[in-house]
């Protein structure tokens, strides 16, 4: 459970502000929606790889 402590005067904008942001580290949301559909094992690995393969070769550009 999400606790976000209210000081005394604090804006109920800032406090859902911080809530939001909990949340959003908690990774709920990017879980839910992975489990949305079911990817295989090869197929993972396979995005993996290009998405490495990827960052690679854009830190190699940088340099």
């Given at each position: 459970?999400?606790?976000?402590?209210?000081?005394?005067?604090?804006?109920?904008?800032?406090?859902?502000?911080?809530?939001?942001?909990?949340?959003e580290k908690t990774g709920?949301?990017?879980?839910?929606?992975?489990?949305q559909a079911f990817i295989k094992p090869s197929v993972r690995r396979r995005e993996e790889m290009k998405k490495a393969v990827y960052v690679q070769k854009m830190q190699e550009n940088e340099e």
């Open positions: 459970m999400i606790i976000v402590p209210l000081k005394e005067g604090e804006n109920i904008e800032r406090a859902l502000k911080k809530f939001k942001r909990k949340f709920v949301i990017r879980e839910l929606r992975s489990r």
